[in-house]
């Protein structure tokens, strides 16, 4: 009670202290207000930058290993002259991988695509199409979200059937006011039946590709349409991708075993280097949170400066508000309060200034948030806020220990004297 006793009274004080200068108090938080906008607003910037870069490379998949023939490197020196002759991945290793790997994964597929195809349906036609060939196992290796129809059969797949999944924009741009699914439509000469529709990606921030304009269709249909790349730089090359389970023991263990079975199928020799890559999102992941997490340091760095400001404007109108009330000080003293009661009364009322000089400068953050963004959708996280907070009361005990320490040590009858 005594605790909640001593908040309660210091509230008042600093409440009635805040109201009786209220120009100076204004023009004291507009620097917290500005320091904690700068440092929360980066940090919103960044988080939804990462998110939506991370949303935009969803298509990569989640505990998935590609076995490609280039491997995924992030930075400069990459040494592409040690990979150029690298055999690329074929049916057969598809084949052989889905029969020899263990129980110690999900589903293992392959596909391949092609983009800058033309798609017509009648009069429709749309441009700039992707066409991937799949095989059955794509959905468990990648995300299909199907809003309409079904996915492929199994016997679809193997007897390399003329159907397709469409994505959201092809659907809209062939077949216009109408469902798309029994619908027929013409790619390269050859015609196909639409039995499934995905969802809509919308614009992603990143150019990666988009379901949107992307239309599905059996990996045998697709080779018949398209030359297989062989090793060379002509013909389109295939990627086997291998699902691996939820642990990470289970995927460090597939990884090991993908890799034994690959050298076994290419036949190399012990001592002879992987003519393969094995990727992994995990990969990606990395880097990007090594970038974000660089792009966060240097903007809390530069939002540092701004609060640093706004700390020495609550401690300036600290060092004043004790000045101007020395009497006050003098008489609570004369009456019995003690050093910690004026200690925390001075303490208290910095950190509220700050408090709400770092609740406004959040405010003005979720404010930006709500402003529609197609290409990159900013938001305000609950870390975020409660960082923005926890940076504002350390500000105000850091910019007015000074202050009150000062205004406790005060001798009684000098400040009851002090004009």
Not at 109 to 120: E, H, P, S, V, Y
């Amino acid at each position: 009670m005594k605790a909640l006793r001593l908040t309660l009274e210091s509230f008042r004080f600093a409440w009635q202290a805040l109201k009786s200068n209220l120009l100076r108090t204004i023009l004291s938080l507009l620097g917290v207000t500005v320091g904690i906008f700068a440092i929360i607003a980066v940090f919103a910037v960044v988080d939804s930058l990462e998110a939506n870069v991370r949303q935009s490379m969803s298509f990569v998949g989640d505990k998935v290993i590609y076995v490609a023939k280039w491997p995924w490197a992030f930075g400069g020196n990459y040494p592409w002259w040690k990979y150029f002759n690298r055999p690329v991945p074929t049916v057969r290793e598809y084949r052989l991988l889905e029969e020899t790997l263990s129980s110690n994964n999900k589903g293992v597929a392959i596909f391949a695509a092609t983009g800058g195809n033309t798609l017509k349906a009648g009069n429709n036609s749309l441009a700039d199409c992707a066409l991937q060939g799949v095989s059955y196992a794509y959905r468990v290796v990648s995300d299909v979200p199907i809003t309409e129809g079904r996915y492929f059969t199994a016997q679809e797949i193997e007897a390399a059937r003329p159907v397709a999944i469409i994505g959201y924009d092809i659907a809209t741009g062939l077949f216009p006011g109408r469902s798309a699914v029994g619908q027929e439509f013409k790619a390269k000469g050859l015609r196909f039946v639409v039995i499934g529709v995905m969802q809509k990606e919308g614009k992603k921030l990143l150019d990666t590709p988009s379901n949107d304009t992307n239309c599905l269709i059996p990996f045998g249909a697709f080779s018949k349409m398209f030359a297989l790349s062989t090793g060379g730089m002509s013909g389109v090359t295939p990627t086997i991708a291998v699902k691996g389970t939820d642990t990470d023991t289970g995927l460090l263990d597939l990884e090991a075993e993908l890799q034994g079975t690959m050298r076994n199928i290419r036949g190399l020799k012990p001592k002879e280097e992987d003519n393969f890559a094995l990727n992994r999102p995990e990969m990606l992941a990395n880097a990007i949170t090594s970038l974000f997490s660089v792009i966060g340091i240097a903007g809390a760095v530069i939002g540092s400066f701004a609060i640093l400001v706004g700390g020495f404007g609550i401690a300036n109108i600290m060092f004043v508000s004790v000045k101007e009330r020395t009497n006050i000080i003098g008489i609570q003293k004369s009456l019995g309060a003690k050093n910690y009661f004026i200690l925390f009364q001075f303490l208290f009322e910095a950190v509220f200034l700050c408090l709400i000089g770092g609740a406004a400068g959040i405010l003005l953050v979720w404010l930006i948030t709500l402003i529609p963004q197609d290409a990159m959708p900013l938001f305000l996280s609950a870390g975020n806020i409660t960082l923005g907070l926890t940076i504002s009361v350390v500000i105000g005990m850091l910019a007015g220990i000074v202050p009150a320490v000062l205004a406790a040590n005060l001798d009684p009858v000098l400040a009851i004297r002090a004009k």
